[in-house]
């Protein structure tokens, strides 16, 4: 009938574009399937442990039983987490990501008067810039040596509850190693007092919180490739067979502890190829003290320096974006570029913000703002942007210069108003550091796909 094929068609069109439709979902499917099965991590490809979590001769079983005196941990993990399962609850614990932390801080409770957070107003170099600014020390615990106030107030390091306190924060905040900046024994800072006692009993808190302890070996007087020889052995046959003591595994497969080398850069590069290299008159490669020696990159001759050195990697140390070559996002590519052309670790450092005008009152130009936790996260990015091995976060503890990311809280008193976290929570900058950590792990299992 001649009225009767324009309905047909119709019906025809609808039919084609059903099947056209079911043909594309059909295709959906499979696709999604496929890349399903693509993220599926192989079983023999890479090793189930975290760098660091193991030690030469040690079995790398996926479900592992860390120390059965205590609660049971079992490891399940990819390569670059350790995720462990206790008897009161599930936690993750990234061995990629390194914290800074200080041990220096005094209190008259335990140690009969303040250490650190009294700290001297430091003068400027120049006679008619330091006239200019304020001079003297801080007088806790009212008026103390940092821009913000810590919630546990101005403590001792040797308090065994703020270890505690401190662990938890850190194991909080998901960064599975502890970089410990040390003095050699009866050595200190220029206005501190020797800890190197106090190092044990890090280690044994870090060890509740199943988190590993690497050196950040200080500059001190007199440091120089020989003293660190000594050094090394020191830290190895004290601390080395510790639970909690840090060892990297590099891709190669070999196993050693990891130091970091503050200030590197003081030492020629031809003293510490007596240390570094393996043609070194007191070296250190390939005896059991060798290790992962990671120096500070300040300007970009640096790294030059550190390739002849010996050293194995490079860090960046610094919070505030722009102070140093170093230190600036914008160079972190060709820093990385440089590292795996030379076949070094790359080891960029981040932080929160950066302000230490309450120790250096001329410095304010080097302030960093921390916008309520939005430098802190620019920066976490520009790390993960060059995908790097492992990750410094620029301080735990560092409360002079405002790197901290331990708890903070508001606080005014008759001569002062601390900066805060406001309108965050004192957790703040531990909870965007373990939601970082997260993600930088899923980065990595992407980028080893």
Not at 45 to 55: H, K, Q, R, V, Y
Not at 307 to 328: K, Q, V
Request: net charge neutral; with cysteine.
């Amino acid at each position: 009938m001649p009225g009767s094929a324009a309905p047909r068609t119709a019906t025809m069109t609808r039919l084609r574009r059903k099947a056209l439709v079911a043909l594309f979902l059909f295709t959906l499917f499979i696709f999604g399937t496929m890349m399903g099965l693509r993220t599926l991590k192989p079983s023999d490809g890479f090793s189930d442990l975290a760098p660091g979590m193991d030690f030469p001769g040690e079995r790398s079983d996926r479900r592992r039983s860390e120390d059965k005196g205590r609660d049971q941990f079992h490891m399940d993990a990819g390569d670059t987490k350790v995720v462990f399962t206790r008897s009161d609850r599930d936690y993750s614990i990234f061995y990629d990501v390194h914290i800074f932390y200080y041990l220096w801080y005094g209190s008259p409770a335990m140690d009969n008067k303040y250490i650190h957070w009294d700290h001297v107003l430091v003068p400027h170099w120049d006679p008619k810039i330091a006239a200019s600014h304020p001079q003297g020390r801080h007088a806790p615990p009212e008026d103390i040596a940092s821009s913000f106030y810590p919630e546990l107030g101005p403590y001792s390091s040797r308090d065994p509850a703020v270890l505690g306190s401190h662990m938890a924060q850190i194991e909080a905040a998901a960064a599975g190693v502890l970089v410990l900046s040390w003095y050699p024994p009866g050595v200190t800072d220029d206005h501190g007092e020797p800890t190197e006692d106090l190092v044990p009993a890090v280690m044994d808190a870090a060890h509740r919180h199943s988190i590993k302890v690497a050196f950040h070996i200080q500059l001190y007087k007199g440091r120089t490739d020989l003293s660190m020889h000594d050094n090394i052995r020191y830290i190895i046959d004290k601390y080395g067979k510790h639970g909690a003591f840090y060892r990297f595994r590099s891709r190669t497969g070999r196993v050693l502890p990891l130091f970091y080398v503050y200030d590197s850069y003081l030492t020629p590069p031809e003293s510490w190829a007596e240390l570094l290299s393996t043609k070194g008159s007191h070296s250190i490669r390939g005896t059991p003290y060798d290790g992962v020696f990671v120096a500070l990159i300040v300007e970009e001759r640096h790294k030059h320096d550190i390739l002849a050195s010996g050293f194995d990697g490079i860090y960046t140390y610094f919070a505030s974006n722009g102070f140093s070559f170093g230190s600036s996002h914008q160079n972190w590519k060709a820093i990385k570029s440089f590292c795996d052309a030379n076949n070094l670790l790359f080891i960029p450092s981040v932080g929160p913000g950066y302000v230490d005008t309450a120790v250096r009152p001329w410095n304010n130009h080097n302030t960093r703002n921390r916008v309520n936790g939005r430098y802190y996260e620019t920066s976490l990015q520009a790390a993960l942007s060059v995908r790097p091995e492992i990750v410094t976060i620029t301080s735990f503890n560092q409360w002079h210069e405002g790197t901290q990311i331990e708890k903070a809280v508001a606080k005014k008193t008759v001569t002062r108003l601390y900066l805060d976290y406001q309108p965050n929570q004192p957790e703040h900058y531990l909870e965007i550091t373990r939601q970082w950590a997260e993600n930088f792990s899923k980065e990595k299992d992407k980028w080893l796909m």
